[in-house]
């Protein structure tokens, strides 16, 4: 009897799957479980104090969610819709490699060739990197460069200026033997990428991915972000409020994070690189080509990974790529004044993930938890407590950095007073790979402009001076001024790239007439 019943059970779930296999295949497809998933989100909105998000999930194929949380302006109670748009920061950087990669199947570019035959004016200061460069390698974050992100940030020189100042940059590791992440050289790449096509990079990014995906919306500039119905402001944390902040003009460096999008954008270009490079039937960029800028080319850390769902952390071409609970993932993040982004692939599990944020305070944390959590529902396993192990991380932080700062305050010399009158220390100093920094005065206080920014200078003992942003009074780094043979301040050395010798900025002589 038992035996029957069982061999009707069978024959119905058979001829059911028969007669419909649509809606098994559709079962199969969309087989995430995301209850639950939307007021996770919400709750952890509002944990991490984060005004504004929107997240797409991409399955086999498909989309299988895309939505908006909170405001994209806090003022005016705009939401945010999975069409709002978000700079998506360092997220560029793939965009980019994969543009190197079309130039490569086009028989325009090859991989392994030295930069300088593309651009004989390629210099850096170490010769053997200068010569031995190949466009993989500006891709790949070996260059021998530390980030030397002061030299680029807030400055107004073109992507072209930018590119002869490299070789005025100090190296701070030999070619090719560490990974250290360098925007400059994705600048490089794009630039690099333009001059072949005999166009721009945006050029190339608009008309061979953005036109063929049909990302309509996205664009490479916060100035065209704002000409938009549907874009989100900036926020950061001040005084523990989150606040509007000015948007970041990134035009000049590009290649390594300009471009703003939305969720519903980003879920193609997630489709196309779970495509093999293809949308639809369509390849816009070979497999080969596509497989390895998703490939490892260094490893970014020698030390295992604390937590034990991640193993080794890699980087291919404008990816970094890990092992997540035993599953390879290939993903990125972007950060820029006021935004913070995710996107991630799961090969493996034709999936994929895109978190983007108003927020560079808890943006940064908030992404990550909603993109692991997502991780652990695609992968149908115990969904990880994410938050929890962030908030005690950041406590004990802001416990060390605590110490930290009383440790310092124990280093200065008190009752000591500059060895010259405020007047003396004013003036312009400039470094040829960083630009100029503008010394002024007021009122009984020293002031500074560097690229854009203003900065308070404030003494701290003899000829040293603690100078941080006004946006930012707990960013404070010391500025050491020093004395020519005639008793003149004649320069100022700051320490603003660690690994390297303090960047010094020499005294420009002042213009007749003045």
């Keep these: 009897m038992k035996k029957g019943i069982v061999k009707i059970i069978f024959i119905f779930i058979f001829f059911s799957l028969l007669i419909n296999p649509a809606l098994h295949a559709k079962k199969s497809a969309n087989s995430i479980d995301l209850k639950g998933f939307s007021k996770f989100v919400e709750t952890m909105l509002k944990e991490w104090d984060v005004p504004g998000a929107a997240v797409a999930i991409v399955k086999d194929g498909k989309v299988v969610y895309a939505e908006g949380f909170g405001y994209r302006d806090m003022e005016k109670k705009l939401k945010v819709t999975p069409d709002t748009l978000f700079a998506i920061g360092s997220c560029t950087k793939a965009f980019t490699a994969t543009v190197l990669g079309i130039l490569v199947d086009e028989g325009k570019l090859e991989w392994d060739k030295p930069v300088r035959e593309y651009l004989p004016t390629f210099k850096l200061q170490d010769t053997f990197a200068s010569e031995q460069m190949t466009p993989m390698d500006l891709v790949t974050h070996r260059s021998g460069l530390p980030r030397h992100d002061p030299a680029w940030f807030g400055s107004t020189a073109t992507r072209e200026e930018l590119f002869n100042r490299l070789q005025y940059l100090e190296p701070s590791k030999g070619f090719r033997t560490t990974y250290q992440y360098n925007n400059l050289m994705f600048m490089t790449a794009g630039y ?11 050029e190339l990014v608009r008309s061979k991915l953005f036109e063929p995906l049909g990302m309509k919306n996205s664009n490479f500039s916060v100035t065209d972000s704002q000409k938009s119905a549907d874009f989100a402001l900036p926020y950061s944390k001040r005084d523990e409020k989150n606040k509007a902040v000015p948007f970041r003009n990134l035009d000049a460096v590009g290649p390594a ?10 879920a193609k270009w997630i489709m196309l690189n779970l495509n093999n490079g293809k949308v639809g039937e369509k390849a816009i960029i070979s497999e080969a080509n596509l497989t390895l800028i998703h490939s490892p080319k260094i490893v970014t850390g020698g030390a295992l990974n604390k937590d034990e769902e991640f193993l080794y952390a890699l980087y291919g071409m404008g990816w970094g790529i890990i092992a997540y609970r035993g599953h390879p993932v290939i993903t990125h993040g972007g950060g820029i004044d006021g935004f913070i982004s995710g996107v991630s692939l799961l090969p493996r599990d034709n999936a994929g993930v895109v978190v983007l ?3 560079d305070s808890g943006g940064n944390r908030f992404s990550s938890i909603i993109a692991y959590n997502v991780y652990d529902r695609i992968l149908g396993l115990r969904q990880v407590p994410w938050s929890k192990r962030f908030k005690e991380r950041d406590e004990k932080a802001k416990k060390l950095a605590e110490e930290s700062k009383k440790k310092e305050d124990t280093d200065r010399k008190t009752g000591t007073n500059p ?18 920094i503008t010394v002024g005065k007021d009122g009984e206080s020293l002031t500074a402009v560097f690229n854009g920014i203003d900065y308070k200078v404030e003494h701290y003992h003899y000829d040293i001076f603690d100078i941080s942003p006004e946006i930012s009074r707990e960013q404070k780094i010391k500025a050491s001024f020093h004395i020519d043979l005639k008793g003149n301040i004649n320069s100022i050395t700051i320490p603003l790239q660690a690994g390297v010798k303090d960047i010094e900025f020499t005294r420009m002589p002042e213009k007749k007439g003045k």
């Design 419 to 436: 060895s010259h009158t405020l007047d003396d220390y004013t003036g312009k100093f400039e470094n040829p790979g960083y630009g100029i």
């Design 357 to 359: 944020t108003n927020s």
């Design 257 to 266: 994070g300009c471009i703003n999008s939305s969720v519903n954008d980003m």
């Design 192 to 202: 690099m990428a333009g001059k072949i096509a005999g166009t721009t990079w945006e």
